[in-house]
C-alpha cells in the first residue's frame, strides 16, 4: 500500500436542488465519496483517508479488515517525522 501525504485544501461543491448534486449529504459523506472516486480513479489506488494532523479520521475509504484508527495514528506519526526532519 502506498500513502500520500499532500498539504492541501479539500473543496467540497455545493449545488442547488439534491437532485442535481451532494447538497443532501453531510460533509462527512462528501470526502467518503470523492475518496472513492479517487480510488476509482486509479488501480494503484487501494484505501485512502483524510486525517488530521492530531491523528484523527475525517473520512476514510479503507478496505475491510483495515483498521481506521491505527491508520489514522500511523499517519499523523509520518508526519510528525517528516515536520522533525525539515527543522533538522
Known amino acids: ?3 500520500l501525504l499532500k ?3 479539500f473543496k467540497v461543491k455545493a449545488f442547488a436542488s439534491p437532485q442535481e448534486g451532494w447538497l443532501s449529504k453531510n460533509r462527512s459523506q462528501q470526502m467518503v465519496d470523492r ?3 479517487l480510488q476509482a480513479s486509479s488501480p ?3 484505501a485512502s ?3 488530521s494532523v492530531d ?3 475525517i473520512a476514510s475509504a479503507l478496505p475491510q479488515g483495515v483498521e481506521e484508527d491505527r491508520v489514522s495514528a500511523m499517519s499523523a506519526a509520518m508526519l ?3 515536520n522533525v ?3 533538522s
Open 1 to 3: 500500500m502506498t500513502l
Open 7 to 9: 498539504k492541501s485544501t
Open 35 to 37: 475518496l472513492r472516486e
Open 44 to 46: 494503484d489506488i487501494e
Open 49 to 51: 483517508a483524510v486525517v
Open 55 to 57: 491523528g484523527l479520521s
Open 80 to 82: 510528525s517525522l517528516v
Open 85 to 87: 526532519l525539515q527543522v
